[in-house]
T-cell receptor, first 113, second 112 residues
């Protein structure tokens, strides 16, 4: 089965600072990759998804961006963090076949102060 | 795009009672409906899923039902136990299987 490595587990950043969260996947090839955000006590909001290297689809306009430099690597970035960027960020992976289940990483708790 | 509504947002039951969580979806072309359980501070994990060609699926104390006509699906947990306490998310997947859209979640408390 797939294993999702996500780091760091916890991050505290000042407003206006940059961000880089990395996610790597093991145990599958050509996965669909996803970034979700979960605000405190809220649901899972889809931010970005990628069906292949260099292919990024954005679901929510914001100051975040995503990149996929390698097949099993997905990066979430920001040039300048906002207070509203605080939340629990989850990377997820799915095999290329439709309707397969999502595997989630362990998440990054981001606090922007 | 797809929109998933989930109710209730909070549910408190006595140990041994049943719990029911309901979801509706907007895109009639969605055909895969997973349910995830998230314990505090941990990643969501799939507990059961159902595809649109099936009306009901059961796995021990957990069952899911799907009404495609009404675009409703529900999670049923019987004989609840304290370890069932968690946040539960329903979700719907679009026809391409690329995106999974989640409901807002239900926080379930099972009182011993």
């Amino acid at each position: 089965s797939q294993t999702i490595h996500q780091w760091p587990a916890t991050l505290v950043q000042p407003v206006g600072s940059p961000l880089s969260l990395e996610c790597t996947v093991e145990g599958t090839s050509n996965p669909n990759l996803y970034w979700y955000r979960q605000a405190a006590g809220r649901g899972l909001q889809l931010l970005f998804y990628s069906v292949g290297i260099g292919q990024i689809s954005s679901e929510v306009p914001q100051n975040l961006s995503a990149s996929r430099p390698q097949d099993r690597q997905f990066i979430l970035s920001s040039k300048k963090l906002l207070l509203s960027d605080s939340g629990f960020y989850l990377c997820a992976s799915r095999t290329g076949a439709a309707n397969e289940k999502l595997f989630f990483g362990s998440g990054t708790q981001l606090s922007v102060l | 795009g797809e929109n998933v509504e989930q109710h209730p947002s909070t549910l408190s039951v006595q140990e041994g009672d049943s719990a029911v969580i309901k979801c509706t979806y907007s895109d009639s072309a969605s055909n895969y409906f997973p349910w995830y359980k998230q314990e505090l501070g941990k990643r969501p994990q799939l507990i059961i899923d159902i595809r649109s060609n099936v009306g009901e699926k059961k796995d021990q104390r957990i069952a899911v039902t799907l009404n495609k006509t009404a675009k409703h699906f529900s999670l049923h947990i019987t004989e609840t136990q304290p370890e069932d306490s968690a946040v539960y998310f329903c979700a719907a997947s679009d026809t391409g299987g690329f995106k999974t859209i989640f409901g807002a979640g239900t926080r379930l408390f099972v009182k011993a």
